[in-house]
């Protein structure tokens, strides 16, 4: 039951980015270890860039001024890796020739540690600008995870890739939307965003002087839609948005 409740509160996470340090704090425990860190990185958008720890209390600096080096790193020590797939510190170092920390050659800045030691890395999104992976990690010289913990993670894992995925598309619309919005905003010319119902999502203030000039044409009606004053326009404009 404790496990479908993260699942849950994984995939609520996905809406609403304060959850996850509840969920980052709720692996820990189940598993032994000490932290876990939840990155999102987009290379073209920067707003879009979030840390999340388990017991950090702020990342935010980590974020602006670090976060470009850190997922230079993770690129080149999960190269190769696929969504999902659970990467050990065993892994890495093998990888790597030396271990995660002597990699770095100072503790990552990522979860201000000075004595946790890499577990576990499970890359979450690694395609085109946008990278995001998760990281747990031990005090150092602490055991190592146990095999039901493992075996937890791996559970968890599809359904941590789910969400980022999830919040990744919402994110990105909107961000594609604000800057289509503010495009709008620079255009001297009539332009209007209507949905398929013809409910107006933003109007020019050229298009807003047109079409009040233009009542014989087109108006805007109470419930703020478009409206052409010929039906037979009206309903093959209607159909043309269906059909898209």
Request: aromatic letters at 6%.
């Given at each position: 039951e404790s496990e479908s409740?993260?699942?849950?509160?994984?995939?609520?996470?996905?809406?609403?980015?304060?959850?996850?340090?509840?969920v980052l704090v709720d692996i820990c425990e189940h598993i032994c270890a000490n932290q876990a860190s939840l990155l999102f990185y987009d290379a073209q958008h920067s707003p879009r860039n979030f840390v999340e720890t388990a017991y950090n209390q702020n990342n935010q600096e980590f974020?602006?001024?670090?976060?470009?080096?850190?997922?230079?790193?993770?690129?080149?020590?999960?190269?190769?890796?696929q969504p999902g797939q659970l990467v050990s510190a065993q892994i890495i170092a093998a990888q790597l020739g030396m271990t995660y920390e002597e990699y770095l050659g100072a503790p990552a800045k990522i979860s201000e540690r000075q004595d946790y030691q890499a577990r576990m890395a499970i890359p979450l999104i690694t395609t085109g600008m946008t990278y995001s992976v998760l990281g747990l990690h031990c005090l150092h010289g602490a055991?190592?995870?146990?095999?039901?913990?493992?075996?937890?993670?791996?559970?968890?894992?599809?359904?941590?890739?789910?969400?980022?995925c999830i919040h990744n598309k919402l994110t990105s619309t909107?961000?594609?939307?604000?800057?289509?919005?503010?495009?709008?905003?620079?255009?001297n010319s009539p332009a209007v965003l209507v949905d398929k119902n013809l409910m107006i999502l933003h109007m020019s203030g050229c298009a807003e002087r047109v079409i009040s000039g233009n009542p014989e044409l087109i108006r805007v009606n109470g419930n703020y839609q478009l409206e052409l004053k010929s039906a037979r326009h009206q309903s093959m404009l209607l159909d043309l948005l269906a059909s898209l």
């Open positions: 409740k993260l699942i849950g509160a994984i995939y609520e996470a996905a809406f609403d980015l304060a959850k996850w340090k509840r974020v602006e001024n670090h976060i470009g080096e850190e997922v230079e790193v993770l690129r080149n020590i999960l190269v190769g890796c055991p190592e995870l146990s095999a039901d913990a493992v075996e937890f993670v791996a559970r968890l894992s599809p359904h941590v890739v789910n969400s980022l909107q961000t594609d939307y604000n800057a289509l919005i503010e495009t709008l905003k620079l255009a």
